[in-house]
């Protein structure tokens, strides 16, 4: 299956219908550099930063016009018609990097709990809101501000619907304390009277409760200001912006029903993306 193809076939197909071919071309070749960055770190090689470090010089090849593969040739084409920049790929990498070496986004204090988690947001979803925002032709202050809000909810949403599944990978993105392996036995069905006493007490359990609903209420706060400023755009322009962020935030209140005692991930079953994607549409056009 084609990169193109396979994103018609994502949850952001319907607004394909709506963009110029050269358009779907470029969010799609974006979409494979991501979706290649993000295999190398997931799906980890014998030695994957070395796979991370060859797609950082193809990046590095392709703004000196002189790239090797053919999505780096496919991506040069995009760079200089649309006017892409260099931080939209490194910055990216960046995110990715931390993944392969386990950062930790604990705050140095409770005045700033989310500044360490940001710098990790800001290149992992942020960056590529306004590399999106950049193809679909939206610029200026406001584009930024909406690349903030949106890529910050949507990135947040995804912490707390896979942080079992990161866990299991060695990573905590939540802005605490929590080790990867007391989140784990926290999501164990059965514990040790050991495990127990030493780690699932009620006051580290609650901890990582209340970094929930934290993380959760930050990203609502981002979702209603994302809303706002997607009315302040042509409406067509900024149908894939609009469609994620109702997936994502239909998504979030289905977590939040849970009252986060979820020990699988959450998702939208097929029904419930449907609709969000139509009310999406009727919004944009109604």
């Known amino acids: 299956m084609s990169e193109l193809a396979a994103y018609k076939k994502s949850s952001f197909g319907p607004a394909f219908l709506f963009l110029s071919r050269r358009k779907r071309q470029a969010l799609a070749h974006y979409y494979e550099f991501c979706r290649l960055a993000d295999d190398i770190v997931d799906e980890p090689s014998d030695d994957p930063q070395k796979a991370l470090q060859a797609l950082r010089q193809e990046i590095q090849f392709v703004f000196i016009r002189a790239p090797r593969t053919k999505l780096g040739k496919q991506l040069l084409k995009d760079v200089q018609h649309f006017h892409l920049s260099e931080d939209r790929f490194r910055l990216l990498l960046e995110g990715m990097e931390a993944d392969l070496q386990h950062k930790s986004y604990a705050p140095d204090n409770q005045e700033d709990l989310f500044g360490p988690l940001d710098w990790y947001i800001y290149r992992v979803a942020v960056i590529v809101g306004k590399t999106t925002l950049d193809i679909l032709g939206v610029k200026g202050p406001k584009a930024d501000e909406l690349a903030q809000t949106l890529g910050t909810a949507v990135q947040l949403t995804n912490i707390i619907r896979d942080v079992y599944e990161d866990a299991k990978l060695g990573r905590v993105y939540l802005p605490c304390q929590l080790s990867a392996e007391e989140i784990l036995l926290i999501h164990r069905k059965n514990h040790t009277l050991q495990d127990t006493s030493l780690i699932l007490g009620s006051v580290r359990a609650n901890v990582l409760k209340t970094m929930f609903q934290?993380?959760?209420?930050?990203?609502?706060?981002?979702?209603?200001?994302?809303?706002?400023?997607?009315d302040e755009f042509w409406p067509i322009s900024i149908l894939p912006c609009r469609i994620m962020g109702y997936i994502y935030q239909r998504n979030l209140v289905k977590i939040e029903k849970t009252n986060f005692t979820f020990k699988k991930p959450i998702k939208l079953n097929k029904l419930e993306k449907t609709k969000a994607v139509l009310y999406a549409i009727l919004k944009t056009f109604f």
Request: aromatic share 12%; proline share 0%.
């Open 214 to 230: 934290r993380c959760a209420s930050r990203a609502q706060e981002n979702y209603q200001r994302a809303f706002q400023l997607l």
